[in-house]
C-alpha cells in the first residue's frame, strides 16, 4: 500500500511539474535556445577557425557593436512583453492587434532615422575599431534595420506565451546563418560573408515570426486600453536597464579590440563567446518568468515562488557551466577554438563567473521591472559606468579587463540580493500590520 502511494504521489508531482508553465515555457524555450545557441555557437567556433584571430576579432566586435545599437530595440521588445502580457492577462486580444500595428508603423519611421544617422559615423567608426573597409559596418547597420522588426514580432510571441513558435525561429535562424555564413566565407568574403550570412538568416526569421501573428492583424481594431503615461513611465526605466546590460555584456569586447593587440582582442573575443554559453541558457528561463510574473502580479495573484524557482535554475546551471570551465578549459578552447586560441585558457574559468553574476543580476532585475519597482534600475546604471571606467584606466592585459568586470557584476549582484531581502521583509510586515487592522 505504502509502496503504491509512493507511486501515485511521484505521478502526481512530475504531472503537477510538467502542467507548470515555468517548466514548460523554460523548456520549448531552452530546446530553442539550447539548438539554436549551439549552431551559433558553431558558426563563432567555425568563424574563428576559418578567419583567423585577427579577422575574427573584427568580427566579434562588430558583432558586440550591434549589441549596442540595438538597444532601443531591446527596450522596447522588454516594454511590449510587458504590456502584451498584462493585456493577455486582461483578455484584450483586440487591443494586442493594434499596439502590434502601430508599433510596426512607428519603428519603420524612426527606424529609417537610425540608419541614416549611424551611415553618418560609419568613417569615425570605422577609425576606433581599426578596419579597413566600410562595407562590413555597412552590413551590419542593414542588419540592424532587419532585425528591429523580427525582435518585435519575437515580443508579441513572447507576451502571448506562444514560445514554441520562437523556439522553431530560433533554430532555423541559426541554421541558415550557419551556412550561409560557411559557404560564403569559403568562397573568400572573410567577415563581408560572415555578416552576409547574419543579415539574410534575419530576413528569414522576420517572416517565420511574422506567420503565427496573422491572427491579430485580421481582428478589427479598437482603442488601445494602455495609458501612454503609463507605458513611457515604465519605458525609461527600462531603456537605461538595457543599455546598462548591454553595456557589461559587450563593452568590454569593444574596449578590449581598442585597447589591446589584435591578437590578445581574438583572444578576448573567443573568451566572451565561450562565457556568454552561460547567458544564452539561463536567458530562456528569464525571457519566461518575465511575462508569467507580468500577468500574475497585473491578475494580483502569487509571483515569488516563480522567481524563487527560476533563480534555482539559473544558479544550477551557471555553477554545472562554469565547473566545466575551471576544470577543463584547455579542452574546451582546443576544440572549439583550436591551438591558435590556447593562450586565452587560463581566462575561461574567471570569464565564466562574470557571466554567472550577470545572469543572475538580469534575473534580477527583469523580475523587479515585472513588479513594476524600477528604481533599482539605478544600481546597473552605476555597474555599466564602473566598468567604462576602470577599463579604460586597467587595460595592460587580459587577466586586467576581465577582474574588473567580475568585481564589478558581483558587486552588483549583491547589491540587488540585498534590495530584495529589504523589501520581501518590509513587504511581510505591512501585510502582516494590513492583517492586525483588519482584526
Same mark, same amino acid.
Given at each position: ?23 514548460? =515555457?523554460?523548456?520549448?524555450? =531552452? ?29 566579434? &566586435? ?34 494586442? =492587434? ?36 566600410? *562595407? ?28 514554441? /513558435? ?27 560573408? $560572415? ?26 481594431? &479598437? ?15 527600462? %531603456? ?18 581598442? %585597447? ?32 508569467? *510574473? ?7 495573484? =502569487? /509571483? ?22 575551471? %576544470? ?17 585558457? $587560463? ?5 565564466? *563567473? ?10 534580477? *532585475? ?16 552605476? $555597474? ?56
Amino acid at each position: 500500500m505504502d509502496f503504491a502511494k509512493r507511486i501515485r504521489s511521484i505521478k502526481d508531482l512530475c504531472h503537477r511539474f510538467f502542467k507548470s508553465k515555468l517548466i514548460t =515555457g523554460s523548456l520549448l524555450l =531552452g530546446i530553442g535556445a539550447v539548438v539554436g545557441g549551439a549552431i551559433t555557437y558553431l558558426y563563432h567556433l567555425l568563424m574563428g577557425r576559418m578567419l583567423g584571430p585577427v579577422d575574427y576579432g573584427i568580427l566579434a &566586435s562588430l558583432i558586440s557593436l550591434s549589441y549596442l545599437l540595438s538597444i532601443p530595440v531591446a527596450t522596447l521588445n522588454l516594454v511590449i512583453v510587458r504590456f502584451v502580457s498584462f493585456l493577455k492577462g486582461k483578455r484584450q486580444t483586440k487591443s494586442i =492587434g493594434l499596439l502590434l500595428r502601430l508599433t510596426n508603423q512607428k519603428v519603420f519611421f524612426y527606424g529609417l532615422l537610425f540608419l541614416l544617422l549611424f551611415l553618418i559615423l560609419t568613417p569615425f567608426i570605422n577609425s576606433f575599431l581599426h578596419l579597413n573597409s566600410p *562595407v562590413p559596418f555597412i552590413i551590419l547597420l542593414i542588419f540592424f534595420f532587419v532585425s528591429i522588426f523580427s525582435s518585435i514580432n519575437r515580443s508579441f510571441l513572447q507576451g502571448l506565451m506562444r514560445f514554441g /513558435y520562437i523556439s522553431f525561429a530560433m533554430i532555423i535562424e541559426a541554421l541558415l546563418k550557419l551556412g550561409l555564413a560557411f559557404l560564403l566565407v569559403f568562397f573568400g568574403l572573410k567577415v563581408r560573408g $560572415a555578416l552576409l550570412g547574419i543579415l539574410i538568416a534575419t530576413i528569414a526569421a522576420y517572416f517565420i515570426t511574422l506567420l503565427p501573428l496573422r491572427f491579430l492583424f485580421r481582428s478589427k481594431f &479598437s482603442k488601445l486600453n494602455l495609458k501612454s503615461k503609463e507605458i513611457l513611465s515604465f519605458t525609461l526605466p527600462v %531603456f537605461l536597464s538595457t543599455l546598462a546590460f548591454t553595456s557589461l555584456f559587450t563593452t568590454d569586447v569593444i574596449l578590449a579590440r581598442h %585597447f589591446l593587440t589584435e591578437q590578445q582582442a581574438g583572444f578576448y573575443a573567443a573568451l566572451s563567446t565561450l562565457g556568454k554559453i552561460i547567458f544564452f541558457v539561463t536567458n530562456p528561463i528569464i525571457s519566461v518568468v518575465f511575462p508569467m *510574473v507580468s500577468e500574475r502580479y497585473a491578475n494580483k495573484t =502569487g /509571483y515569488r515562488n516563480l522567481f524563487l524557482a527560476s533563480f534555482g535554475l539559473i544558479t544550477l546551471a551557471c555553477v554545472l557551466i562554469t565547473s566545466v570551465y575551471f %576544470f577543463l578549459p584547455s579542452l574546451m578552447i582546443r576544440l572549439l577554438y583550436g591551438i591558435a586560441f590556447l593562450p586565452a585558457t $587560463a581566462y575561461l574559468g574567471i570569464f565564466g *563567473v562574470f557571466l554567472s553574476l550577470y545572469s543572475l543580476s538580469h534575473l534580477l *532585475v527583469n523580475f523587479y521591472l515585472s513588479i513594476k519597482r524600477t528604481k533599482v534600475v539605478s544600481l546597473v546604471m552605476v $555597474a555599466a559606468v564602473l566598468q567604462i571606467v576602470f577599463i579604460s584606466i586597467f587595460h595592460q592585459n587580459l587577466a586586467q579587463i576581465i577582474w574588473i568586470s567580475v568585481l564589478i557584476t558581483a558587486l552588483l549582484t549583491f547589491s540587488l540580493l540585498l534590495y530584495y531581502l529589504v523589501n520581501y521583509v518590509k513587504d511581510k510586515k505591512a501585510v502582516a500590520f494590513r492583517h492586525r487592522s483588519c482584526l
